[in-house]
């Protein structure tokens, strides 16, 4: 594949409950904490439970900015985690401003602003400037000066992934040197209510693949990966941190939130995406699950990854970060991706640190006990699920010549 269609990892930027830099994001989740407590973003007395996972950086969490206004956090949050991804790859000045687009995945948008504008007795019929979802790239794109390609998808919770995979296919096409991706979302008492009442909430702490779970919570965040082609990156001698080898996105059609009985869409994803790498299943030594503590989702999930990896004779380290940052929607797979990608450059994956008894339906993924264990990873393959039946799946790799 020529230079200018492979895609490479230069930058990354970070908001989340577990920290708000790569630095503290990395320590926290490499080392079992787990950041989910009580809601303070709205009244949760109402409801059978009271915890979700907040960011708690009081300069991104304020619903007012610099100059007074109520803006929604999620611009925030994007607008942060951006910059911090242009800051650590330095990417600009030295690209034309032209070059560089911006891709955001999303399961909420901007919508949850308008819970707050309600609790604080503003007009919603009249302000309705940050009803747009399209402003989670444009707010931060203008801040920036980045001129190139500018998309929000709304993909759910696989938004993150199906970001990152638009945006390779944007620069292996031609039509950008450079594009920062990932995933926004802020926590919202519309997303809490609807996982009650599908009953997918779990009242103490997430536990992924644990024979007593009982659900997820929800989270927030902004995840942002600074991609550009291997060409670009080399000319401008910028320092790759990994290398996208494959992606890839499918549905089920099956069901608006039950994943496929036999997990057709995620089978699919992860064979297709490393068909697209020039893998296989052997060359895979650690896969970021979705893991969402639910009872479907984490069986399902285990199955078709032990048929899949297991009929290679592969038995890849597997774990999933929602149970310390629980599930943070649209910027889940996202800040996933980053964890990937640090765990390629660092030599260590994340653990499973809440996992007590593993289910029996679930015994033959080789799941990390503990907070992390160290091992040098060549691939990291990230998997993510979005109501509806979306599924994308990334691969990540050592940069290689």
């Known amino acids: 594949m020529?230079?200018?269609?492979?895609?490479?990892v230069t930058g990354l930027g970070v908001v989340s409950p577990l920290g708000c830099d790569v630095d503290r994001f990395w320590h926290a989740v490499t080392s079992g904490t787990v950041a989910t407590g009580p809601i303070t973003r709205f009244a949760a007395d109402a409801y059978p439970t009271h915890l979700a996972a907040e960011v708690s950086a009081p300069h991104l969490t304020t619903p007012y900015a610099d100059d007074g206004t109520l803006t929604p956090r999620s611009l925030r949050y994007a607008e942060h985690a951006v910059r911090d991804a242009l800051d650590s790859s330095k990417v600009l000045p030295a690209t034309d401003p032209r070059r560089v687009g911006l891709v955001i995945g999303t399961v909420m948008g901007t919508r949850p602003h308008l819970e707050e504008l309600r609790r604080r007795g503003a007009d919603t019929a009249t302000d309705r400037r940050w009803d747009a979802p399209a402003l989670l790239a444009s707010w931060p794109a203008e801040r920036f000066g980045l001129r190139g390609p500018r998309h929000v998808l709304a993909a759910g919770c696989a938004g993150g992934n199906t970001a990152i995979g638009l945006a390779a296919d944007l620069i292996a096409s031609g039509q950008a040197d450079c594009?920062?991706?990932?995933?926004?979302d802020e926590l919202a008492e519309a997303v809490f209510q609807l996982f009650t009442t599908l009953r997918a909430v779990e009242p103490e702490v997430v536990r992924p693949f644990?024979?007593?779970?009982?659900?997820t919570m929800p989270s927030e965040g902004a995840g942002i990966l600074t991609l550009e082609s291997l060409a670009h990156a080399r000319a401008r001698g910028a320092t790759v941190i990994a290398e996208?080898?494959?992606?890839?996105?499918a549905a089920d059609a099956h069901h608006m939130t039950a994943p496929h009985p036999a997990g057709d869409a995620l089978l699919r994803c992860v064979d297709e995406s490393l068909r697209r790498a020039g893998l296989t299943p052997g060359d895979v030594d650690y896969v970021s699950a979705h893991g969402t503590g639910t009872p479907v989702n984490d069986a399902t999930e285990a199955a078709c990854l032990a048929g899949y990896f297991g009929a290679a004779g592969a038995r890849p380290a597997t774990s999933s970060i929602k149970g310390m940052l629980g599930h943070a929607q649209g910027a889940a797979s996202a800040l996933e991706a980053v964890a990937c990608v640090l765990a390629i450059a660092r030599g260590r994956v994340p653990g499973n640190p809440t996992l007590r008894t593993v289910d029996d339906r679930c015994r033959d993924l080789d799941l990390v006990r503990g907070p992390a264990r160290d091992l040098p990873v060549r691939v990291a393959l990230s998997n993510a699920f979005g109501f509806g039946g979306n599924t994308a799946t990334v691969v990540f790799g050592t940069p290689t010549d």
């Open 179 to 184: 594009v920062l991706a990932g995933g926004v």
């Open 244 to 249: 996208l080898r494959g992606h890839a996105m």
């Open 2 to 8: 020529p230079e200018s269609e492979r895609v490479v």
């Open 210 to 215: 644990d024979r007593d779970r009982r659900g």
